[in-house]
């Protein structure tokens, strides 16, 4: 009996050590998203989190690769990918506007969830 503790504890421990490396593996890969950010110069990287969000989709930055940058109305703006450009800069105003309400939603959230 004591012999099948042994093992059963052995096993269990083994499991756990097996499941912590798994966990470690995880944690230190960065997340496709993180990547496409990664890639940005550090002060874009800061602009692009503090938006958040496409200023035409509303699709959490990275999802789509490195998001891209526009500037309209003299603002740096953020939008996901190159199919959201022609929106975009078919309403500067609108595009700019919503692209600040995101960027308010962003820091107003202490622990934004989904956002970096
Ligand atoms: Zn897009």
């Not at 009996?1 to 499991?15: C, N, P, Q, S, V």
């Not at 499941?19 to 998203?33: E, I, N």
């Not at 800061?46 to 999802?63: D, K, N």
Request: glycine letters at 8%; charged letters at 20%.
């Amino acid at each position: 009996m004591e012999a099948f503790m042994f093992r059963t504890i052995l096993f269990l421990a083994g499991l756990g050590v097996l499941l912590s490396a798994v966990g470690c593996g995880t944690s230190a890969t960065q997340t496709p998203r993180e990547a496409a950010l990664a890639k940005l110069s550090p002060e874009d990287r800061i602009l692009a989190e503090s938006q958040g969000y496409c200023a035409v989709t509303s699709e959490p930055l990275g999802e789509m690769g490195p998001p891209l940058k526009l500037i309209l109305n003299d603002k740096p703006i953020w939008i996901c990918c190159s199919g959201c450009e022609k929106k975009a800069k078919s309403n500067p105003a609108k595009t700019v506007a919503h692209a600040e309400e995101l960027t308010a939603k962003v820091a107003a959230k202490s622990t934004p969830k989904g956002a970096l």
